[in-house]
T-cell receptor, first 112, second 115 residues
Framework: AQTVTQSQPEMSVQEAETVTLSCTYDTSESNYYLFWYKQPPSRQMILVIRQEAYKQQNATENRFSVNFQKAAKSFSLKISDSQLGDTAMYFCAPFGNEKLTFGTGTRLTIIP | DVKVTQSSRYLVKRTGEKVFLECVQD?????MFWYRQDPGLGLRLIYF???????EKGDIPEGYSVSREKKERFSLILESASTNQTSMYLCASSLGAGPVVDTQYFGPGTRLTVL
């Protein structure tokens, strides 16, 4: 079974700063995918970014990027130039054994 | 845009009642999923379906069943609701058939309270 650890239950940063959310996981699979999902307050969960484990290049989506270290089984999310709309719960979710396994989440608050 | 809708945002039921949570997606997705979300536990998979008439147990299926008679609709059933099933329930769908790694699209959730 996969396990996922998000060691930061809550974080807060000032608007425009950069913040990094950590995620470590354990999997026995050699080829897999990893996702970060975002759940804004009272709104639907949406995809932030995804990474294929066989790709060495870290995924980037505008202000969002990942630091994927396969050997260490680490998949952190970096948010640059943070905005008020980034306030949300963030979930790390590796895909393996035919399903997503979600971490317990990090509640991120952007302070004006 | 993909749209996943759930029949109720808030629901209050009594212990022992049979409860139906409905989920509908409008993008012809093959895969559908039911999760429950609890503080400090993240999302846990209850059941999933890769095809109409096909359903598979997730990590926590006890006390739940599902129905998928039509491709676009996936229902979660609590045969006899209990207080420990008080939770937020999230439905999701994704494009491909089988365990392919497509993005999952989520509904707004149903917050169920069992008294």
């Amino acid at each position: 079974a996969q396990t996922v650890t998000q060691s930061q239950p809550e974080m807060s940063v000032q608007e425009a700063e950069t913040v990094t959310l950590s995620c470590t996981y354990d999997t026995s699979e050699s080829n897999y995918y990893l996702f970060w999902y975002k759940q804004p307050p009272s709104r639907q969960m949406i995809l932030v970014i995804r990474q294929e484990a066989y790709k060495q290049q870290n995924a980037t989506e505008n202000r969002f990027s990942v630091n994927f270290q396969k050997a260490a089984k680490s998949f952190s999310l970096k948010i640059s130039d943070s905005q008020l709309g980034d306030t949300a719960m963030y979930f790390c979710a590796p895909f393996g054994n035919e399903k997503l396994t979600f971490g317990t989440g990090t509640r991120l608050t952007i302070i004006p | 845009d993909v749209k996943v809708t759930q029949s109720s945002r808030y629901l209050v039921k009594r212990t022992g009642e049979k409860v139906f949570l409905e989920c509908v997606q409008d993008m012809d997705h093959e895969n559908m999923f039911w999760y429950r979300q609890d503080p400090g536990l993240g999302l846990r998979l209850i059941y999933f379906s890769y095809d109409v008439k096909m359903k598979e147990k997730g990590d926590i299926p006890e006390g739940y069943s599902v129905s998928r008679e039509k491709k676009e609709r996936f229902s979660l059933i609590l045969e006899s609701a209990s207080t420990n099933q008080t939770s937020m329930y999230l439905c999701a769908s994704s494009l491909g058939a089988g365990p392919v790694v497509d993005t999952q699209y989520f509904g707004p959730g149903t917050r169920l309270t069992v008294l």
